[in-house]
């Protein structure tokens, strides 16, 4: 995974001509893929859907590419080059078309491609220096310090998601990013999409297989994974090791035998909403899937299970944080630096998680002591305009839900933040996960809101995820920076401590625009939403930094939070496998409100909502502290940085 965002914003940057040159570059691919994406299976050879259709730039390309470009110019290359070597990054942020390429490869975990891009990165940020900020423009001087900070950050450590453990319990884990890429988030709109998904299937096994490679590495060097995340992971990739229950397709009788491998249903599932594609074509589609599954990809997850078993055999069931690793510590201290973009060591944000989580727990037992919230959960009744059957709703009535708190959110949110206008968002039902997937590209396709296949309980959860992941959140600001005429660092790019905590802060907004008045029981919500990640920050620190086990980690989060065993046990997992993570939503959030009652203090009866949301929002996707140190001369008039 790229440790830059993979949620970023809108695009329609054709034009600007801060990405021209970038454009230019590009352009010979991009006549490939127009013209790839015409030719249907019946026309292409085998090998053109086996093999990927681009290849990832290579060190001596990227030095060429690199040499002689004005600053503006050289800003863009090395974030192309860099996206470039992150293939399930450009399809997470639906950027392929303006890159040049198809959404037809998988990234790529070998140790000899890792080394490549490191090499890659350290020649960018040597090259960075050479040019004189000095004489740069006022907003070049901006990205140049994005830069400074995002390529400093990436040559100082591996990504995390595939350094730690090749498997984690963790979203964020390599085999749960091919999850996603295959199933969770992507979907097929047209014939070109549905070869790229064969194509990136028969990569799947050289994941599947490197990935259980590096687990068995770190089992003989003795740093093995905590049973804790390991239990976890057979959970996740045992359906799909399925090789017996094969069975006659009920969609196409005597054309395929179909099976009840994840992969292949999604596949499935897809084309039968397809009319376009015809019943011969499908058929070849899906029996080239088949082909894969069978003699590749299932094969792959039963080696890569079995590692897991036998890594599991001997992994610490006491001891999960990663500073039982040698070197851990320091290892954790730059994670966390890398998340949270500051020097706070782990007491201290320890300490800010759990005053976060004091606070608000004396909030929800106001308003729950005020409401009278019966302890049954499933009495708490129904959202206005969608009839539920009891208190868990079906996933169609969820997004339904999801698709009206839109349109209502949008109808109010313009007094405290003014985003785009114009941009289409589709409520879809997902596999396994939900959240916010921007899908903008060249504007032919809506960012999408992925509703989980298991829908949320009851109807109060869902203005939370809406303020939370749409608007005024986290769609609104990669919304905001992609609608700009800025460097493309800028407007693709993430730095953690906004990309994740403007969302939470989001949740206070919309509250502030009136969202959640009338509704106690949705204010509610909103209120466990931001307990959890205040809980999930010190679960994080605690265990990697203060000594916490497994148990006490597990009570002390379902405890703050109210969550039941199951889902505290899943969110302890989720930050054993990826340390440090889960700090970054607390401190930006935190962060955002210390930034914005300093400028309320400087300004008095002058400070007003939006433009102080312009100011942090308005030049793109920034590191926080390039925001704090502009937005008083933004306010004040006096310039741009």
Not at 360 to 377: H, M, Q, S, W, Y
Not at 538 to 552: F, S
Not at 627 to 636: F, H, P, S, Y
């Amino acid at each position: 995974m790229s440790p830059t965002s993979q949620r970023t914003g809108n695009g329609t940057a054709r034009g600007r001509r801060s990405r021209r040159t970038l454009g230019l570059l590009c352009a010979a691919a991009a006549l490939a893929v127009v013209v790839g994406a015409i030719v249907s299976l019946r026309f292409c050879t085998r090998e053109e859907i086996l093999l990927p259709s681009w290849t990832p730039p290579t060190l001596r390309e990227a030095r060429v590419q690199l040499e002689g470009k004005t600053f503006e110019a050289f800003a863009d290359e090395a974030y192309r080059l860099h996206l470039l070597r992150h293939p399930q990054t450009i399809t997470a942020l639906g950027l392929a078309e303006e890159l040049g390429v198809r959404n037809d490869r998988l990234d790529d975990y070998s140790d000899e491609f890792r080394r490549t891009t490191q090499a890659i990165e350290q020649e960018i940020y040597r090259r960075l220096h050479a040019y004189d900020r000095e004489a740069l423009t006022p907003d070049e001087k901006v990205t140049y310090d994005a830069c400074e900070v995002l390529w400093s950050d990436l040559t100082a450590h591996e990504v995390p998601a595939v350094s730690l453990y090749p498997v984690s319990a963790s979203n964020d884990s390599p085999h749960m990013l091919l999850f996603a890429r295959l199933i969770a988030t992507w979907r097929l709109a047209e014939k070109q999409d549905v070869v790229d998904y064969i194509a990136c299937l028969h990569q799947a096994d050289q994941q599947i297989l490197e990935l259980r490679k590096r687990l068995l590495a770190l089992r003989d060097d003795g740093r093995l994974p905590p049973a804790a995340t390991l239990n976890q992971v057979l959970v996740q990739i045992a359906p799909f090791r399925i090789t017996e229950r094969w069975s006659r397709s009920e969609y196409l009788p005597e054309h395929i035998v179909a099976g009840h491998n994840p992969y292949f249903v999604a596949l499935r599932e897809q084309l039968l909403a397809m009319p376009e594609i015809g019943v011969s074509q499908r058929v070849a589609y899906l029996t080239e899937a088949r082909t894969a599954l069978e003699r590749e990809v299932i094969p792959a997850y039963e080696k890569l299970y079995e590692a897991v078993v036998a890594v599991l055999a001997k992994a610490p069931s006491t001891s999960i944080g990663i500073d039982q690793h040698p070197g851990g510590r320091e290892v954790y201290a730059g994670l966390l630096r890398h998340y949270t973009e500051g020097d706070l060591s782990p007491a201290a944000i320890h300490a800010a998680g759990q005053d976060a989580v004091q606070r608000l727990r004396k909030e929800i037992d106001g308003v729950e002591a005020e409401t009278r919230v019966p302890r049954n959960r499933d009495l708490l009744g129904t959202p206005s305009g969608v009839a539920w059957d009891g208190g868990a709703a079906s996933t169609e009535e969820v997004a339904a839900a999801c698709r009206a708190e839109i349109e209502r959110a949008w109808a109010v949110v313009f007094e405290v933040l003014d985003p785009p206008r114009n941009l289409a968002v589709e409520v879809i039902i997902g596999e396994g996960v939900g959240g916010y997937v921007p899908r903008f590209g060249d504007g032919s396709r809506p960012a999408l809101v992925v509703v989980p296949g298991e829908a949320p309980q009851g109807s109060l959860e869902v203005a939370a995820f809406v303020h939370r992941e749409i608007v005024p959140g986290r769609h609104a600001q990669v919304a905001t920076a992609r609608g700009l005429d800025t460097a493309a660092v800028r407007a693709w790019g993430g730095f953690p401590a906004l990309e994740e905590g403007w969302p939470g802060y989001a949740l206070d907004v919309a509250a502030e625009a009136g969202l959640y008045d009338g509704d106690p029981l949705a204010n509610l919500e909103r209120l466990r939403d931001r307990v959890r990640s205040a809980a999930l920050a010190v679960v994080d620190t605690g265990i990697h930094a203060l000594g916490w086990d497994y148990d006490r980690a597990v009570d002390y989060y379902a405890a703050a939070t109210q969550d039941d065993e199951g889902a505290s046990q899943v969110a302890v997992k989720g930050c054993i496998g990826s340390p440090g993570r889960a700090t970054a939503s607390l401190i930006g959030e935190t962060r955002l409100r210390a930034l914005r009652d300093a400028v309320g203090q400087t300004l008095g009866e002058a400070f007003h909502l939006i433009p102080f949301h312009a100011a942090v929002l308005g030049r793109g996707l920034l590191p926080l502290s390039i925001i704090e140190r502009d937005i008083g001369k933004i306010l004040a008039g006096s310039g741009r940085g």
